[in-house]
């Protein structure tokens, strides 16, 4: 057995983890590597879509690997193949599918660029929330996951879309791998294209072995619903991968039970995610910020907006459901409506359409109401959603009368709507996500919060520039990560008992050679093949 981490060794995110063996190759998720796309690129320098495969190939974020890219991603005008040739990395190779372990992009973005008969295989909730974000962002060559928009080229050998009044989009091929049951809401929405072109699809399958090897999926607790975990049976044994997880979510539970139950397949290697790690010698005491889980969120938000006197606006993650469902609970309890923007109204449609008996239709929820930002126009699915929710639609002049009446979620790329809310003494913005990463993120929180003072709107929770921008020590316990800390992490994977470690999604891996003596730990180098 030969394993190959194409991304995600040294770093965190943009996993790329090609095994093969007996004559199948597959790859436990295909994502976007965001530590390599921004030392390239930036809001307005992106890839050109109109070189295809050029740009991530060259920078690279994409292994070179002939026969698995989509034909119509080479451009004639450019010598792919000589590139491809000249990597010294190079090989030739057919792959039998991808194993998704949940939506993040980090995680799919980049099965965009796979052939589309390559299988995919997850959970209905990943496959669900996929087409639902690949829907809401049309144009972006990187997000198209579940469905492809063919290409062609112009006259000038450059790549543009076919004409999307001649030629469908074409569906990829999605297996659900222990799914319980599929729903016709779910298989109806799988078919129906959200732009305007025709798509043509496969249904959603049940199939539960790739090229014949034996697969496992489990549930596990992480910052989006439907996250999952793998087991494949292979001739040397059982080859596990984590995907990203966490015990600190609601759903906690589900990640000790698939630590349990992986641990009676007597594993041969367990692939490991490792992003709370801080340091080879991460001190694994559990302080304060360690012990906080969704429940303190909950309450502390709560208290948040029980004691607001004018507008809240929660700003969470993208397709961070868990959270807005908390924020739905905390509306419903202190007799506020909670106004969604249009993409979190189609993407909890669509998970309630897999799941319906956990999350109620947004169109019917009483407390769910739609804002409709500014904008000159719209997509072909916004229109239909608006068309649909107009009964229930708001926008910031509807939230102005009424302040103490609402909840808006939104985040800091929507915060020039505040200028036509114009915001009661005593609003607040309560910050529910992660804390600053990059330069970037700084700048945009210096931005917000400038437009916070600019209308008087109390920050709770938003990262502060006097400490770094990390969230001062008072106002901790309005986010927890979607990943666990050391001892936890530690702790499963002692539990799961494996012959072999192999860590990822990490930039200490030295960390789990230090803490884990008592097993072989393999540290995985970008594009290098381990042999088992």
């Known amino acids: 057995m030969q394993l190959t981490v194409y991304d995600g060794a040294g770093t965190i995110g943009g996993n790329k983890i090609l095994v093969e063996t007996q004559g199948t190759a597959f790859s436990f998720d295909f994502g976007i590597s965001y530590s390599i796309w921004s030392s390239y690129f930036e809001e307005y320098l992106k890839p050109r879509a109109a070189r295809g495969i050029l740009d991530p190939f060259t920078v690279g974020m994409l292994p070179p690997i002939d026969g698995i890219y989509r034909d119509d991603y080479f451009p004639s005008s450019v010598d792919m193949k000589a590139n491809f040739e000249a990597h010294p990395e190079f090989r030739k190779l057919e792959l039998n599918g991808i194993l998704l372990s949940h939506a993040h992009l980090d995680h799919s973005g980049h099965i965009s660029f796979l052939k589309e008969n390559i299988p995919v295989y997850c959970s209905p909730l990943t496959a669900a929330i996929s087409k639902a974000v690949q829907d809401t962002s049309q144009g972006d060559f990187e997000k198209e996951v579940c469905y492809k928009i063919p290409k062609e080229e112009n006259e000038d050998g450059f790549i543009k879309s076919s004409n999307f009044k001649k030629v469908p989009a074409m569906g990829r091929p999605f297996h659900l791998v222990n799914p319980g049951s599929v729903g016709d809401r779910l ?218 009446d609402y909840i808006v979620c939104m985040s800091f790329l929507d915060i020039n709507e505040l200028i036509d809310i114009n915001p009661d003494e005593g609003s607040v913005y309560i910050y529910s996500s992660s804390e600053a990463y990059s330069e970037e993120q700084k700048i945009d929180f210096k931005r917000l919060l400038n437009w916070l003072r600019l209308f008087n709107v109390k920050p709770i929770g938003v990262p502060d520039p006097s400490c770094d921008f990390k969230v001062r020590d008072d106002e901790k316990g309005y986010h927890v990560s979607g990943h666990m800390m050391a001892n936890d992490l530690l702790s499963i994977i002692r539990t799961i008992n494996p012959k072999i470690v192999v860590p990822v999604h990490t930039e200490h891996p030295g960390f789990f050679k230090k803490q884990l003596e008592e097993y072989q730990v393999f540290v995985p180098q970008r594009g290098k093949k381990l042999e088992f």
Not at 357 to 368: G, H, K, R, S, Y
Request: aromatic content about 8%.
């Open 187 to 404: 298989q109806e929405f799988w078919k129906t294209s959200a732009a305007g072109r025709e798509l043509v699809s496969h249904p959603l399958t049940e199939l539960a072995e790739i090229n014949g090897l034996p697969i496992r999926r489990y549930t596990v607790d992480h910052s989006i619903f439907g996250s999952s975990a793998f087991a494949v049976e292979t001739k040397e044994g059982w080859v596990v991968y984590t995907g990203d997880m966490r015990l600190s979510g609601r759903k906690g539970h589900l990640t000790k039970s698939f630590a349990e139950a992986v641990s009676k397949l007597n594993p041969v290697v367990l692939i490991t995610e490792g992003t709370r790690i801080y340091g080879e010698d991460d001190a694994i005491d559990v302080g304060y910020n360690d012990q906080v889980n969704e429940d303190n969120v909950f309450q502390n938000c709560l208290n948040a907006v029980k004691n607001a006197k004018g507008l809240v606006i929660a700003d969470f993650g993208p397709r961070n459901l868990e959270r807005l469902l908390t924020f739905l609970e905390i509306a419903k309890q202190t007799g506020r409506k909670l106004a969604v923007m249009s993409k979190d109204a189609y993407i909890l449609e669509q998970v309630h359409a897999a799941i319906p008996n956990e999350v109620a239709d947004p169109l019917f929820e009483e407390t769910i109401v739609l804002f409709r930002d500014v904008k000159s126009s719209m997509s072909t699915w916004e229109k239909v959603l608006l068309d649909k929710y107009g009964h229930k639609m708001i926008d910031g002049r509807t939230v102005r009368k009424s302040q103490k």
